[in-house]
Each structure stands twice: as structure tokens, then as C-alpha cells.
């Protein structure tokens, strides 16, 4: 069982990335997916979350009008598109599958904003 997340990178202030993530050893059909974040010194904090038939999202406020969480359960991926990415969101980005209790994480993948 292994996610594997990609498209992290170095962008500039405002500009946009998109966060992959691939599960393989399972399917996500019935998995909620979400997506975490840590910065150095921080506390790792929920991102994005949406459920399992992508008929819920969740995102704080702090994100919710930059980011969006999608899913594709054909190719076994999910996605976070980000937007107007700002230096606060420099973190290492975490995919989480969760369902009644399990969860699988990736490892992570680095997203620096920085002019």
C-alpha cells in the first residue's frame, strides 16, 4: 500500500502548483482523501478533504478561495490544485486516505513559495 504525491516545486508568490497524489496497493473508491500540511516549527494542519464520491470538500478558510480538491477514482488519484500561493503556504504537503478509522499517508512533497 503506498500514495505517492507529486508536484510540489519552488514558486513565486502568486503563482500556482498542482498537488498529485497516486495510490497504489488499494483503491481510493471508498477512501476519504485528504491533504495536510507541515511547515518547520508548525503543527500539521488539514489543507483539503473531500469524500469519497466528491460529493463533500472541506477546506479552511485560510485556503478555501485558492485551492481545490479534486479526486479521480478511475485513474486511483487525488489533486490539490493551488492558487495565488502565497509564502505562508511554504510547507512539506502530506496525502491522507482515510476510511472508519485507517489511514495511509504518503510521504510528502515539498511546496517553497519564494520570490
Known amino acids: 500500500v503506498q500514495l505517492v504525491e507529486s508536484g510540489g516545486g519552488l514558486v513565486q508568490p502568486g503563482g500556482s502548483l498542482r498537488l498529485s497524489c497516486v495510490a497504489s496497493?488499494?483503491?481510493?473508491t471508498n477512501w476519504d482523501m485528504r491533504w495536510f500540511r507541515q511547515a518547520p516549527g508548525k503543527e500539521r494542519e488539514?489543507?483539503?478533504?473531500?469524500?469519497?464520491?466528491?460529493?463533500?470538500?472541506i477546506l479552511p478558510d485560510s485556503v478555501k478561495a485558492r485551492f481545490t480538491v479534486s479526486r479521480d477514482n478511475a485513474k486511483n488519484t487525488a489533486y490539490l490544485q493551488m492558487n495565488s500561493l502565497k509564502s505562508n503556504d511554504t510547507a512539506v504537503y502530506y496525502c491522507?486516505?482515510?476510511?472508519?478509522?485507517?489511514?495511509?499517508w504518503g510521504q510528502g512533497t515539498q511546496v517553497t513559495v519564494s520570490s
Open positions: 488539514l489543507v483539503a478533504s473531500i469524500s469519497s464520491t466528491s460529493t463533500n470538500t
Open positions: 491522507n486516505a482515510a476510511r472508519l478509522g485507517f489511514h495511509y
Open positions: 496497493g488499494f483503491t481510493i
